[in-house]
């Protein structure tokens, strides 16, 4: 069964600080990795989608590395906003299934 | 486009009590599950169909937990009779497989938030 680890579990930063969260996953035979955001209150929103040939993604401030060999993947958020506080989901995606972390709940302090 | 849709947003019932959850997927989109999150974890599927198929039903508590895409467009997961347990969110989300096998970006809908007292 694949497990899926997040942490820090949660994270408070200045704005315009630099986040980096971290994810790690016990099953390396996967087809890709996603992130995805979730608002208190709401369902979860799509950020990036790594394919396991992939090291890396980029969207405007976020990029997401893959290490599909170590079992990790890293987002990496710039210049932090207020509006980038939530928490941040990684989910694995192994064939159909998606397995989700606890995620990472992030503070920017204006 | 509009997204997932999801109704009730929020119910409170009393254990013992039956309780159902709607969700309309985005047009188009022949995939939809349905997952459980607990509070502070993420989802966990609890039921996969591909078009009115439940291809992955396999994290679904069959003695209490139903489920049904009639049509294949819109779902219904029941829990009856509902316990304290039962007490999380409920995420509908949909995606367009396009025939491969590889999970595709999913789309989520805003969840109903189950609370059984």
């Known amino acids: 069964k694949q497990e899926v680890t997040q942490i820090p579990a949660a994270l408070s930063v200045p704005e315009g600080e630099n986040l980096v969260l971290n994810c790690s996953f016990t099953d390396s035979a996967i087809y890709n990795l996603q992130w995805f955001r979730q608002d208190p209150g709401k369902g979860l929103t799509s950020l990036l989608l790594i394919q396991s040939s992939q090291r890396e993604q980029t969207s405007g401030r976020l990029n997401a590395s893959l290490d599909k060999s170590s079992g990790r993947s890293t987002l990496y958020i710039a210049a932090s906003q207020p509006g980038d506080s939530a928490t941040y989901l990684c989910?694995?995606?192994?064939?159909?299934?998606?397995?989700f972390g606890a995620g990472t709940t992030v503070t920017v302090r204006a | 486009e509009a997204g997932v849709v999801q109704s009730p947003r929020y119910k409170i019932i009393e254990k013992k009590q039956p309780v159902a959850f709607w969700c309309n997927p985005i047009?188009?989109?022949?995939?939809l599950y349905w997952y459980l999150q607990n509070l502070g974890q993420g989802p966990e599927l609890l039921i996969r169909y591909e078009n009115e198929e439940a291809v992955d039903d396999s994290q679904l508590p069959k003695d209490r937990f139903s489920a049904e895409r009639l049509k294949g467009v819109d779902s219904t997961l029941k829990i009856q009779p509902a316990e304290l347990g039962d007490s999380a969110v409920y995420l509908c989300?949909?995606?367009?497989?396009?025939?491969?096998?590889?999970?595709?970006?999913?789309?989520f809908g805003p969840g109903t938030r189950l609370t059984v007292l």
């Open positions: 989910a694995v995606g192994d064939d159909y299934k998606l397995s």
């Open positions: 989300a949909s995606s367009s497989q396009g025939g491969t096998t590889r999970p595709d970006t999913q789309y």
């Open positions: 047009s188009g989109h022949n995939t």
